[in-house]
């Protein structure tokens, strides 16, 4: 999975492709799903892969738009290659469990989990592909200012041979432009795959501010912490007015 382009049909991303369901993302992100439900405007999930966010967040009332360049392959396909990453989630759960499974969950309930939200993304994005974009950070095809909450997981800081320094701020940078104003960027984690956490976190928060934009590290769990960013001087709360929906996904 190519940072700046889709990836061509039947190549395999070298990133895990993750199927995580809507419970997950609230205990990771430090989310409700009341607070979701409240939200003045729609939620990106970038990268999206195959979770179930936007399948299960629709039944709250919140509109989800995923983003992930696995999405040219079609769903059907990418539900494949998030099968494999169930069987490199459960062979690292097997290896360090203390690692990769949360605190409060045994294993077999936590991989179930992630099959039934394999099973939903597939039916929801065959169902609803408008609401599943073909697009790849540090560009990504949305208008400024369009959502109320972007999300990003597992990503930026994971995998830091495909996103060096450079490549995280223009990817941070990209994911606040195509928030709204009054809106919040949270990304987690902040360690790459093999658990050790990013080197240059303190440089690149200062280049943040550089760019006029806040940020700080919230803990949402025992050993879970998630970068959140917001312009540094945001509009009144409650000012939210999202972007034309025709202009959602026209490229820039």
């Not at 459960?90 to 992630?114: F, G, M, Q, T, V």
């Not at 560009?139 to 800081?157: I, K, M, Q």
């Not at 995280?168 to 795959?193: F, I, K, N, S, W």
Request: aromatic share 6%.
């Amino acid at each position: 999975m190519r940072p700046t382009t889709p990836p061509r049909p039947g190549a395999g991303p070298p990133v895990l492709v993750t199927s995580r369901p809507l419970d997950e993302y609230c205990a990771s992100f430090g989310l409700t799903r009341a607070a979701l439900g409240r939200l003045p405007g729609p939620v990106l999930d970038c990268p999206g892969g195959a979770a179930a966010l936007a399948a299960e967040a629709r039944a709250l009332g919140c509109e989800v738009v995923a983003a992930d360049p696995g999405y040219a392959l079609g769903p059907h396909r990418l539900a494949a290659l998030a099968a494999d990453g169930w069987a490199t989630m459960a062979a690292a759960i097997r290896r360090d469990p203390r690692r990769h499974l949360p605190a409060d969950r045994r294993p077999e309930k936590y991989l179930r989990s992630w099959d039934r939200a394999r099973g939903l993304f597939t039916a929801d994005a065959t169902a609803h592909p408008d609401r599943y974009v073909a697009a790849a950070l540090p560009r990504l095809p949305f208008a400024d200012g369009t959502f109320a909450l972007t999300l990003s997981s597992y990503l930026l800081f994971a995998y830091p041979a495909v996103f060096g320094p450079a490549e995280q701020l223009r990817a941070l940078r990209e994911l606040v432009r195509v928030t709204a104003p009054d809106g919040e960027v949270r990304v987690l984690p902040l360690h790459d795959e093999r658990g050790r956490h990013c080197p240059h976190l303190t440089e690149l928060r200062a280049a943040l501010r550089h760019h006029r934009i806040a940020s700080r590290v919230l803990r949402t769990g025992p050993t879970t912490r998630v970068l959140t960013l917001r312009p540094a001087h945001p509009p009144r709360p409650g000012s939210y007015r999202p972007a034309a929906r025709s202009a959602r996904t026209a490229p820039k």
